[in-house]
């Protein structure tokens, strides 16, 4: 048992994450296939890959389940460089491409910018795996990827005991669902009649629109068999308009990017 253990948390050498003959000078952004109704069905995957288009770094991506160093998805590769965790790949691009965003924004405003993106990260990210790995009883979202019903229930089963852990996982449906209303009240209050969190031009995008749009993409179009798309667009509209905005700025193409439609 503990020689499982220590196998299990041996660190594999980075060279191991690396994609031979990869171009130089190019992100390679690993990352799930496509989904049905947004290009990924990780918000992760979404910020990372919006954020690479909104600041015009080249990339490239490399379509495949394997996890990075951190034993997750999405990670980057850069020449010899392997990066885990999407805030911490947009930190490391920032300063290898000398790019930023955020650099009109004044101190307060980086401070409303961090506390949106915990917001959506720490909290709706929660409260979205809530619906649809437990409120929603048939997996739709995971039948219409394809998967077979034994990798969906070994998905709900597992994920059960890491939302116990967290903490949401002891909610029950009316109470998880006021936390989601309280989130997009205060999301929605913030971004007001503004067409980006600190603007309105798409010069104005920032990483934290990025953040933003990655969590409630999912939200606004990707929940089938939940109520929560209703929701938004019937009480947050301006939230939806966010999504569409930056969908229309950085994603032309996003239905070539959409996985097939499967019938379930």
């Not at 190019?26 to 990924?40: D, F, K």
């Not at 219409?144 to 059960?160: E, F, Q």
């Not at 989130?183 to 309105?200: E, P």
């Amino acid at each position: 048992m503990v020689a499982a253990i220590w196998r299990r948390g041996k660190a594999k050498p980075i060279s191991s994450y690396l994609t031979p003959d990869a171009p130089r000078d190019t992100v390679i952004l690993h990352q799930y296939g496509a989904s049905p109704m947004v290009p990924s069905i990780s918000p992760f995957v979404m910020k990372l890959e919006t954020y690479l288009r909104a600041a015009k770094i080249p990339y490239m991506n490399k379509f495949s389940r394997k996890p990075g160093p951190k034993g997750k998805l999405p990670w980057i590769q850069y020449n010899d460089k392997v990066i885990p965790d999407s805030q911490f790949c947009i930190e490391f691009l920032n300063a290898e491409m000398k790019v930023d965003l955020n650099k009109n924004l004044v101190a307060e405003e980086l401070a409303i910018g961090h506390l949106v993106r915990r917001t959506v990260e720490e909290s709706l990210y929660w409260i979205l795996l809530m619906f649809r790995l437990v409120f929603e009883a048939h997996g739709t979202i995971y039948q219409k990827l394809g998967l077979p019903r034994a990798v969906i229930w070994y998905l709900r089963s597992s994920a059960k005991g890491r939302l116990y852990s967290q903490g949401i996982g002891r909610h029950n449906e009316e109470e998880v669902t006021k936390l989601m209303v309280d989130d997009l009240r205060a999301l929605s209050t913030i971004l007001g009649q503004r067409k980006f969190l600190f603007g309105n031009e798409i010069e104005n995008v920032t990483e934290f629109d990025c953040a933003l749009f990655g969590q409630l993409c999912q939200m606004v179009w990707q929940m089938p068999g939940c109520n929560v798309e209703d929701a938004i667009a019937e009480k947050y509209p301006n939230l939806v308009q966010h999504c569409e905005r930056m969908k229309a700025a950085f994603w032309p193409d996003w239905d070539q990017r959409l996985l097939a439609p499967k019938i379930v």
